[in-house]
């Protein structure tokens, strides 16, 4: 475990429990680091003699960076779906704290790096869990994952993969061909069935719950949006931090897809059609990742993403290799990786499957 900081958000973290309800039974002396994320955001565990909860999170999220209202919200929404989400035990908006329920420490992703076996049925609850959250969607209660907002985050790749990343500059003519790519996604993207989107709907933010009918625990959902169906579904099986191979992929998309079209959702009848979607929503989740990754290490030294960079770049690559109109994309990336010296990028394209 991780030493405690000692630092002057902790001293405050520490009067602020000292000060809660003796109702909460908690012990501050046993606060210890539960996890941080990539902002400003960081959660600690404490213990407690409360017979409901026995340990507990603090979320500590500094005021001049973050904002507890959008979390708190997202929180009372999807709470309200029947998905399994953290209790909001007590708040301080001021200071930037939030003591809530805690829903274990064990993560799909740590879950299946001990024990492939898990997976089917973790997944399946998973997608039963995401079925339940687009079913109680409401278009505006959350903000629209519209064009503008997909742009602007496809934009990070231009900015900071390749630009900082690489230092690599586009000519005119490619950057008129990455507009038409990203002009592509875009028409594909906003007119897909629109739903709730946590957009990190992945293995490190999926708790196992010691009780099956609670999986899985959701964590990190304050940026969730109204946005694209695929969208979720694109997070999960093709995440940036673990890799099945695409028939396990599209196993577990049919199963959605006919969750989803039992459930009333609409989504395409074919699933040709769908599946094309969830490639074309893929792609530009998987531009955008490539960006963000690339900022998270020179902006905010935080040099552990670059270990994930490869995959993401491998997910990217085969979605542009599929389809004729992202040829220009795929002939980019090869240029790039010349320029890098990375001769074996090509290695990573593989067509795969399309319907």
Known sequence: ????????????????????????????????????????????????????????????????????????HVAQLFAQSGVNVPKILAQDLIQGFLLLS?????TYLSALNANMSQADALYRQAFAALVQLQKASTPDDLPPYDRERLLNEMMLFPQWYLGVHHQYSMTDAQTAELTKVFNILLDNNTTQSQVWVHRDFHSRNLMVQNNVAQNPGILDFQDAVYGPITYDAVSLLRDA?????????????VRYWEMA???????????????????????????????????????????????????????????????????????????????????????????????
């Open 102 to 106: 805690d829903l274990g420490n064990t």
């Open 261 to 355: 079209r039992a459930a009333g959702l609409a989504v395409p009848t074919q699933f040709d059609v769908f599946y094309r979607d969830f490639e074309y929503m893929g792609l530009q989740r998987h531009l955008k990742i490539l960006g963000i990754f690339a900022r998270l290490y020179h902006r905010d030294g935080k040099s552990a993403y670059l270990n994930d960079l490869p995959l993401v770049l491998k997910y990217t690559r085969q979605v542009a290799a599929r389809y004729r109109e992202f040829g220009h994309l795929l002939l980019l990336l090869d240029q790039v990786a010349q320029h890098s010296g990375e001769t074996d990028a090509s290695s990573t394209t593989q067509v795969g499957y399309t319907f």
């Open 241 to 253: 931090y673990i890799e099945w191979d695409e028939q396990q992929q599209i196993d577990w998309l």
């Open 1 to 72: 475990m991780p030493p405690l900081p000692f630092d002057e958000r902790v001293t405050l973290l520490t009067s602020w429990l000292k000060s809660l309800p003796n109702e909460w039974a908690i012990q501050p002396e046993t606060l210890s680091i539960a996890s941080a994320d990539a902002s400003f955001r960081r959660y600690f565990r404490v213990k407690s003699t409360h017979p409901q909860y026995p340990t507990m999170i603090v979320m500590d999220a500094p005021p001049a960076h973050e904002d507890c209202q959008p979390f708190i």
